[in-house]
Each structure stands twice: as structure tokens, then as C-alpha cells.
């Protein structure tokens, strides 16, 4: 091989490496791709991003209102709601324990307090008193509010169905 020959395979490959550089640059400015603020798609139990806890952090400013929503709470329609906890909750005074323990007089005591009930150590752990909020936050999602809980119930979303069935668990005493 001359250098002539030499020369040209060099300036081939200088000007390949030069035409690669620049289609790559000129794609990058074209292209600009940005990052969506949300995954497109989410996958349970996968660590959440900043932009969920942010709406995290809006469903519990939402759920602090119950004490305005029990002011025109309605004790008929959280009766009706107490349908899906009967299975397992007895409402009325002396009432047996069943799955869960009974709900008489639910409201302000102690977690966990049931005599004859074997509860989840979680729920003993918990032990606060069932206050409004409490219970509101709890009703909500149990399973995340009091972690380990052995109750099988997945919550109620809507804020004033779970107004009135507190106002309904206020009126059994
Ligand atoms: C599938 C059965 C089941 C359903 C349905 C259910 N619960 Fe429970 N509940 C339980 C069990 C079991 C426990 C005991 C939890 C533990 O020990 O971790 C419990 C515990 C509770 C407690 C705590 C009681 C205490 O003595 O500390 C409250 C309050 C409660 N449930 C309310 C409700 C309400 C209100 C509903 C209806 C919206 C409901 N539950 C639906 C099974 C159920």
C-alpha cells in the first residue's frame, strides 16, 4: 500500500467518523425527547415516583374533612353502607363476636379491646382510640392504614359514604 493509498482509506474513515458525529447531533436537537412527569403504566407494589406521593399527599388533605362531611352526614345511608360489614361486624348491643369483633360502641374506644376477640398483633400494636378521624382513615384503606391487619375489607372511597357509615357507628351505643 503507497501512503497515497493510505492517505485516502484514512480521510474515508475520518469523514465516516465526522458523518456519523453529525447525524447523531442533528438527530439529538431534532429529537428531543422528554421524560412524561407519570410511567405510562403502574405496576403494583414498584416504588412510586415523586409525582404519586405528591397525589398521596392530596387524598389525605381530602380524607381530614370527615368532621365537615358529619355535620350533614346521613345515619339511614351508612346503615345501608353497614350491609358490607355485617358479614363480619355484629351491630347491636351484647352483640357476638363474629369474623371481626362487634361494633357496639365503636366509636372513641380503644383498638383492639374486644375481650373475647383474638385480634391481629398488628391491630394491637396500633391500639389508638377510634376517634372520628381515625376511624375515617382506617375505612378508607384499612389494609394500608393499620399494616397487617387481618381484615379483609378493601375500604370505601368516597368520602361521604364513609362519613355517614361513622355517623351509623356513632349511633350504636
Ligand atoms: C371480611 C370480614 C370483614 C369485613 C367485611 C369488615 N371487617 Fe372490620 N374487621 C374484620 C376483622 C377480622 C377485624 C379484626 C382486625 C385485626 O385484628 O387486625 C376487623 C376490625 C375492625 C375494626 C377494629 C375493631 C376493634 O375492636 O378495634 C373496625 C372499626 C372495623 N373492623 C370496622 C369495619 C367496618 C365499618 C366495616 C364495613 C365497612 C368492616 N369492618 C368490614 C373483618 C371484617
Given at each position: 500500500m503507497d501512503s497515497f493509498e493510505f492517505n485516502k482509506i484514512a480521510a474515508a474513515i475520518l469523514v465516516t467518523a465526522l458523518f456519523?458525529?453529525?447525524?447523531?447531533?442533528?438527530?439529538?436537537?431534532?429529537?428531543?425527547v422528554k421524560k412524561p412527569s407519570k410511567p405510562g403504566y403502574v405496576v403494583e407494589g414498584v416504588a412510586t415516583t415523586q409525582s404519586d406521593k405528591k397525589d398521596e399527599g392530596k387524598k389525605e388533605q381530602k380524607l381530614?374533612?370527615?368532621?365537615?362531611?358529619?355535620?350533614?352526614?346521613?345515619?339511614?345511608?351508612?346503615?345501608?353502607?353497614?350491609?358490607?360489614?355485617?358479614?363480619?361486624?355484629?351491630?347491636?348491643?351484647?352483640?357476638?363476636?363474629?369474623?371481626?369483633?362487634p361494633m357496639w360502641g365503636i366509636v372513641g374506644k380503644k383498638a383492639g379491646s374486644h375481650p373475647n376477640y383474638k385480634y391481629s398483633s398488628?391491630?394491637?400494636?396500633?391500639?389508638?382510640?377510634?376517634?372520628?378521624?381515625?376511624?375515617?382513615?382506617?375505612?378508607?384503606k384499612p389494609a394500608q392504614y393499620?399494616?397487617?391487619?387481618?381484615?379483609?375489607?378493601?375500604?370505601?372511597?368516597?368520602?361521604?359514604?364513609?362519613?355517614?357509615l361513622i355517623a351509623y357507628l356513632n349511633s350504636l351505643k
Amino acid at each position: 500500500m503507497d501512503s497515497f493509498e493510505f492517505n485516502k482509506i484514512a480521510a474515508a474513515i475520518l469523514v465516516t467518523a465526522l458523518f456519523v458525529i453529525g447525524v447523531n447531533e442533528i438527530g439529538n436537537s431534532i429529537f428531543t425527547v422528554k421524560k412524561p412527569s407519570k410511567p405510562g403504566y403502574v405496576v403494583e407494589g414498584v416504588a412510586t415516583t415523586q409525582s404519586d406521593k405528591k397525589d398521596e399527599g392530596k387524598k389525605e388533605q381530602k380524607l381530614a374533612d370527615v368532621k365537615i362531611l358529619l355535620a350533614s352526614a346521613n345515619i339511614g345511608a351508612g346503615e345501608n353502607t353497614f350491609k358490607k360489614c355485617v358479614a363480619c361486624h355484629s351491630n347491636n348491643k351484647d352483640g357476638a363476636v363474629k369474623i371481626g369483633p362487634p361494633m357496639w360502641g365503636i366509636v372513641g374506644k380503644k383498638a383492639g379491646s374486644h375481650p373475647n376477640y383474638k385480634y391481629s398483633s398488628a391491630m394491637v400494636a396500633y391500639g389508638k382510640n377510634w376517634t372520628v378521624d381515625e376511624l375515617n382513615e382506617y375505612l378508607y384503606k384499612p389494609a394500608q392504614y393499620v399494616k397487617g391487619t387481618k381484615m379483609a375489607f378493601a375500604g370505601i372511597e368516597k368520602d361521604q359514604e364513609r362519613a355517614d357509615l361513622i355517623a351509623y357507628l356513632n349511633s350504636l351505643k
